[in-house]
């Protein structure tokens, strides 16, 4: 089945700096990415996904970057602000993003923005 | 409809008791997932339906654990013989096929602590 790599951990970068947190996945079938945040407490959110037939997408600061043949993909974070501090998690499906087939997630990135 | 709604937010039972998870998906969404999070990682897929069927159940998945989603609407997550291991927060997730996206909303979770 689909396993999910994140990479880091834990990134702590100053606020107004760039963040880039990395996954890869094992299945080459897979076709959708997204992107979860989820704050001390609180239930996970998607912030940004990709389909595989896109190499890139953008939605104002944040940024996800797919590599089909590598079988990565990256979300950028520009202009870090406090409240961009959360744990993050990748996910991987076959699902094509039609109602999301199951997702398999990655472990998942705590980001801490230091003032 | 405020969202997805889960059934105990905490629950604490001693080993071997059996327990039971409810969640209310928002109304319209025909597909509903269940995950389990334990500290420091990502959501692990259990089980997810499309309308009252079952459609996929992971194999980490043990016999003690059983979910049900009767007429396509609520669903519930029963756990017997309840095991220390089994101590987790218990994510239910819906989306709906037809959206053309691939979002899953979550739940708050069901804090399960077993002694």
């Known amino acids: 089945g689909e396993n999910v790599e994140q990479h880091p951990s834990t990134l702590s970068v100053q606020e107004g700096d760039s963040a880039v947190i990395k996954c890869t996945y094992s299945?080459?079938?897979?076709?959708?990415f997204p992107w979860y945040k989820q704050e001390l407490g609180k239930r996970p959110q998607l912030i940004i996904d990709?389909?595989?037939?896109?190499g890139e997408k953008k939605d104002q600061r944040i940024a996800v970057t797919l590599n089909k043949t590598a079988k990565h993909f990256s979300l950028h974070i520009t202009e870090t602000q406090p409240e961009d501090s959360a744990v993050y998690f990748c996910?991987?499906?076959?699902?094509?993003?039609?109602?999301?087939?199951?997702?398999?997630f990655g472990q998942g990135t705590r980001l801490t923005i230091n003032p | 409809d405020t969202g997805v709604s889960q059934d105990p937010r905490h629950k604490i039972t001693k080993r071997g008791q059996n327990v039971t998870f409810r969640c209310d998906p928002i109304?319209?969404?025909?597909?509903l997932y269940w995950y389990r999070q334990t500290l420091g990682q990502g959501p692990e897929f259990l089980t997810y339906?499309?309308?009252?069927?079952?459609?996929?159940k992971s194999r980490l998945l043990s016999d003690r654990f059983s979910a049900e989603r009767p007429k396509g609407s609520f669903s519930t997550l029963e756990i017997q013989r309840t095991e220390q291991g089994d101590s987790a927060m218990y994510l239910c997730?819906?989306?709906?096929?037809?959206?053309?996206?691939?979002?899953?909303?979550f739940g708050e979770g069901s804090r399960l602590t077993v002694l």
């Open positions: 997730a819906s989306s709906l096929r037809a959206s053309g996206t691939g979002e899953l909303f």
């Open positions: 299945d080459s079938a897979s076709n959708y």
């Open positions: 990709i389909r595989s037939n896109v």
């Open positions: 996910a991987a499906s076959k699902g094509g993003g039609q109602g999301a087939q199951k997702l398999v």
């Open positions: 109304s319209e969404h025909n597909r």
């Open positions: 339906f499309q309308n009252e069927a079952q459609l996929e």
